[in-house]
């Protein structure tokens, strides 16, 4: 019976507390929209830590980074991205150490030479994800356009519409060409332009119509909206086609990392099971098993890369 009583008032106790911080926090949420009314919201980083990677985010290197994560469609910062393979370096070396028995400092040089491996594979594999958002989005841009100039607007007065109306990333380029336009950048030019940033074969038929539409005179709206339906079908087919050969996408992942994988748990089991491997003909071993992992990932992608 006591144990009862003891455990009712605990429940009970437990939801008291946590009714009393929800409100806590409901009340500290509004106090800080009042103070950012009265003295404006600042938004500056204090940490140290952090300022150090505001700094290496305005580096000539960070810049770059952060180019290539947004070609990545990988919504970091340059110093975030570095600071994940940094831990993931640390974690590596660890479990390498503990669990692989590989001991220092081959742990280190192993745990950062994967890190940087896995850096590049992930740019290489994402490379086109930005192409790929954008071309996701420009059934809608035909969309808009077409229904801008069904309404008696002009192409400019559209794609200014579109910097409203998208999401990104299709906003922020947009976004660009209508400030090109306004600044009063030649219309075939400010196109040029876009295309160069996106060098998909979607844009440049895109691009393509819109010039000889500008220049050639026609039905604007119409010819937007066929061509809006034709990329959305094309985006279904090309859905379809990445539903079909997931599994063996996959497999081209599974396949490289599982002898890997195989080889250091073995290393654990069997004291010196890795050491032949680096002595004699064990090397030749070696970079004949790295090649023919390289070639299996590399020809499977291949054969699931399916263009349409």
């Not at 950012?36 to 505001?54: C, H, M, Q, Y």
């Not at 469609?73 to 692989?100: C, D, K, Q, W």
């Not at 100039?149 to 990333?169: C, D, H, V, W, Y």
């Not at 654990?268 to 970079?287: A, E, K």
Request: charged share 20%.
């Amino acid at each position: 019976m006591t144990i009862s009583i003891l455990y009712s008032l605990a429940v009970l106790f437990c939801l008291w507390g946590v009714y009393n911080l929800l409100g806590f926090r409901t009340a500290k949420k509004e106090w800080r929209n009042k103070v950012s009314k009265w003295f404006g919201n600042r938004k500056t980083r204090k940490s140290f830590i952090l300022i150090l990677g505001d700094k290496f985010d305005q580096t000539k290197f960070g810049l770059k980074a952060i180019y290539q994560l947004k070609r990545a469609n990988i919504h970091l910062m340059a110093s975030e991205f570095y600071g994940i393979l940094l831990f993931g370096a640390i974690v590596t070396s660890f479990l390498l150490n503990n669990f692989f028995g590989i001991s220092f400092p081959i742990n280190i040089l192993i745990s950062v030479i994967l890190m940087d491996v896995s850096r590049r594979v992930l740019f290489l594999i994402r490379k086109n994800k930005f192409q790929e958002r954008m071309n996701d989005q420009l059934p809608e841009i035909c969309r808009i356009l077409a229904n801008s100039t069904r309404s008696g607007m002009t192409l400019t007065q559209g794609i200014g519409i579109a910097a409203q109306e998208l999401n990104e990333p299709a906003k922020e380029e947009f976004q660009r060409l209508s400030g090109e336009l306004q600044l009063g950048v030649d219309f075939s030019r400010a196109l040029r332009n876009l295309q160069k940033r996106i060098p998909s074969r979607e844009y440049q038929l895109f691009i393509a119509s819109l010039l000889i539409q500008k220049q050639a005179g026609g039905n604007m709206h119409a010819v937007l909206d066929e061509m809006g339906q034709t990329l959305e079908e094309r985006k279904l087919l090309l859905q379809e086609i990445k539903t079909m050969t997931a599994e063996q996408r996959y497999v081209a992942y599974i396949v490289p990392v599982l002898p890997i994988f195989l080889l250091l748990i073995m290393n654990n089991v069997v004291d010196g099971f890795l050491d032949p491997l680096f002595s004699g003909i064990g090397i030749v071993l070696l970079v004949l098993f790295l090649i023919g992992t390289f070639l299996s990932f590399f020809l499977v992608k291949k054969v699931t890369n399916i263009r349409v």
